[in-house]
């Protein structure tokens, strides 16, 4: 290992506190997030008593920290509401999950400070720092800009495979038998794994997209954004990710559709897809074989082979999370079942989690996974209700909307894949602050467009002469 790493970890906290000096503190929050993300190595420090020091806690603490020294009013500013219980009930279910299991409450005390850092505070930091269009704006620009970062790293690596942890860092975040795709390479660069990279590229492009089509952005580094947009979405290509590249047509077929056709239908189905997968899968455990055979047929029959292990997989995970359906299994890997293939051998194996959602599910039971679900989807729910999709194009909705869009397409990405990145957890969190107060915020003017505001009608005049004329009086 590199002293670089170090270096990097501990030295984070003060360039955030550098961020926080030179730029506005909606713009410091969103950076420092996402350039810990994108640049800080997959390392992490054991810290008693504390969850461990990782890129997303330095990231975290680094902000609060800041915030506390040079915008501490606005943290004090924040009121817990009702629409706020979904990601405490999701903080709080390693609780009784340790509980229930006789894990003891230190240990469920200690899970549950480990999820308040990995998943609530961002969440709270997106609600409270940046909970109008405005915020949302500054995190789909900086995503977009982020994705524009890793091209040339991304290039690199697809013509020298992944080396740059290592030569940065000193060793290898993966296995690296997992970068060879289709007959070349597929980029890690600083990320866990080529399917988070992907997935990042494949965001970042998609809200290039939906910033150009919709007038949001013109030019970008003096250059229209048509070129670099194009640019970015060769390189999504070439990072080899077939299911972000599935996402990706997904994401950009709906905007198109809704653009064409001016309705809300291909949105809400893009939500509700993540919810009825998983009431599908607990109910009758549907193995995937019509799937399986198309991709094996049309696509290539080495990811149909991983699909359909994957889906055999989550067979066997979600039952034996059935087995403690309320409250799971707890921690410490106790939700992982044996794998069947090693029963009869002479070391038994436990099977490895890939689906964020089994795994919330055999950790936390059906609270944790009902909570996370409510919590990245609920705030989509809403804004997709408040904000008709013939409206998603508008210039100054946009930002918003692809925001939106993200989120809900993590949850896809999630259903066979764990791969956190704190930069969805702000974008669902700045969603609720914004459907929260979206009577005020629709009425500002963002990005030199004017958000469409809902009707709402009521007489006009004074005094009982006054006539019945049906007049629009705001959102």
């Known amino acids: 290992m590199s002293p670089m790493v170090p270096i990097s970890m501990f030295g984070w ?99 549950t400070l480990e999820h308040m850092v990995y998943w609530g505070l961002p969440y709270f930091v997106g609600r409270v720092y940046l909970n109008d269009f405005e915020g949302l704006r500054e995190v789909a620009v900086a995503v977009f800009y982020g994705g524009l970062l890793y091209v040339p790293l991304c290039l690199y690596e697809i013509r020298m495979s992944p080396q740059l942890h290592i030569m940065v860092y000193g060793f290898h975040q993966h296995s690296f038998a997992q970068t060879i795709r289709m007959g070349g390479w597929r980029p890690t660069v600083f990320m866990q794994h080529g399917l988070m990279v992907g997935m990042w590229m494949t965001t970042a492009s998609l809200i290039g997209v939906w910033l150009w089509v919709s007038g949001a952005m013109r030019r970008v580094w003096g250059f229209p954004i048509s070129w670099v947009v194009l640019v970015l979405l060769a390189t999504t290509v ?22 064409w056709f001016r309705t809300s239908l291909f949105i809400w189905c893009i939500f509700l897809v993540p919810v009825a997968y998983v009431v599908v899968q607990m109910t009758y455990q549907w193995d995937g074989e019509p799937a399986v055979s198309l991709i094996a047929k049309y696509v290539d029959p080495d990811r149909a082979q991983s699909l359909q ?17 309320l409250f799971g299994w707890g921690g410490w890997g106790r939700m992982k079942p044996v794998d069947p293939e090693s029963l009869g051998r002479k070391k038994i194996k436990l099977l490895g989690v890939d689906g964020l959602w089994y795994q919330s599910l055999g950790t936390n039971g059906l609270l944790g996974l009902i909570s996370m679900d409510t919590m990245m989807l609920l705030p989509v729910f809403i804004f997709a209700s408040r904000y008709k999709g013939k409206y998603w194009l508008n210039r100054a909705l946009a930002p918003a909307a692809a925001c939106a869009m993200v ?55 004074r005094g009982r002469g006054a006539g019945r004329r049906r007049v629009p009086v705001g959102v």
């Not at 997959?42 to 609060?64: E, I, N, R």
């Not at 340790?98 to 899970?111: C, H, K, V």
């Not at 669902?428 to 005020?440: I, N, Q």
């Open 13 to 111: 906290i003060p360039v955030v506190f550098c961020l926080f000096a030179l730029l506005p503190s909606r713009k410091a929050v969103v950076w420092s997030y996402m350039l810990a993300w994108l640049f800080l190595p997959m390392a992490g420090y054991h810290l008693p008593g504390l969850p461990d020091y990782t890129k997303t806690s330095a990231a975290t603490f680094g902000v609060l920290l800041g915030a506390a020294v040079f915008d501490a009013q606005r943290l004090l500013s924040f009121r817990p509401r009702l629409w706020d219980v979904p990601i405490l009930t999701y903080c709080a279910a390693p609780f009784f999950s340790s509980i229930t299991n006789g894990l003891g409450a230190y240990d469920g005390a200690s899970a």
């Open 238 to 259: 070439l990072c080899k990710s077939l299911g972000s590249l599935g996402l990706l047509v997904i994401g950009l077929g709906v905007l198109f559709a809704t653009k």
């Open 309 to 325: 292990h994957r889906l055999e997989k989550e067979v066997v995970f979600v039952n034996h999370a059935l087995e403690r359906p």
């Open 407 to 461: 989120v809900a397409l993590f949850m896809w990405d999630s259903l066979l894949n764990a791969m956190i990145n704190p930069m969805y957890l702000l974008a669902s969190g700045a969603l609720l602050g914004v459907v929260l107060t979206w009577r005020r915020s629709a009425r500002r003017v963002v990005a030199g467009g004017r958000v469409p505001q809902r009707r709402r009608y009521g007489v006009a005049g």
